[in-house]
């Protein structure tokens, strides 16, 4: 099977190998993915329990077919989906750097990193939407540096240059990025967890500490 692209598994935390031209055994629900054992094991898991919506749980089985196909709509080369990431990625950077186009040489370095490729080395593989999500995590810094080159009369000589020099910034911060994000994730899955033992154990709901979460400035300052 040739792999081009990777999503994490929700249920085992393992990765999810994926072929874009015949996405399979994979399950995409309540925007989460899952290989589709997983899934089923999981789902019947949960329909079982008292609580934790086991409703939606013994439903969402009985429906399995229907969320691999929405992954398939997710995860297909030629999906809608796949084209509406890159329509966003386009939009955001149309907007925010104020140009008119973006050159196709950027798109070629997009869809090289897709496949894992970066200036002729390979490199961890980067969805289109992670991308994007990468670039409004560290736009702030980009900003700044901006600021920074402007006042020293350095870096990149226009706006559809900076484009491609801020992507080049970027690149070097993905793991930071995935880093920060997964940190993020583990957080809420903290917070699943706890309040679904509160609930279960019907005890008082307590509150839970959002730590880390929506902290982005620590993060940034390694930048
Ligand atoms: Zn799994």
């Known amino acids: 099977m040739k792999i081009n692209i990777q999503r994490k598994c929700n249920a085992c935390k393992c990765a999810i190998d994926i072929n874009r031209n015949d996405v399979q055994g994979v399950v995409y629900y309540n ?112 900003d700044d540096v901006n600021k920074r080159n402007k006042m020293n009369h350095k870096g990149p000589k226009d706006d559809v240059q900076r484009i491609s020099y801020d992507f080049a910034i970027l690149v070097n911060k993905i793991p930071e990025y995935l880093a920060y994000n997964a940190k993020q994730e583990a957080a809420k899955e903290e917070i699943r967890t706890q309040s679904t033992r509160i609930n279960y154990n019907n005890l008082q709901r307590t509150e839970v500490k959002q730590e880390g979460l929506g902290d982005i400035s620590a993060l940034l300052d390694e930048f």
């Open 31 to 142: 925007k989460l993915y899952y290989h589709t054992n997983c899934f089923c094991e999981l789902a019947e898991r949960r329909s079982a329990l008292k609580s934790g919506k086991p409703a939606e749980w013994k439903n969402a089985l009985d429906h399995v077919k229907d969320f691999e196909q929405a992954a398939v709509d997710a995860l297909s080369a030629d999906s809608p989906r796949a084209k509406k990431d890159t329509d966003d990625l386009n939009d955001y950077l149309i907007e925010k750097y104020n140009v008119t186009a973006i050159p196709s040489h950027f798109w070629i370095a997009v869809e090289n990193l897709q496949k894992g490729f970066y200036r002729g080395k390979r490199c961890k593989r980067v969805s289109i939407d992670t991308l994007l999500a990468a670039w409004k995590w560290g736009q702030r810094k980009l």
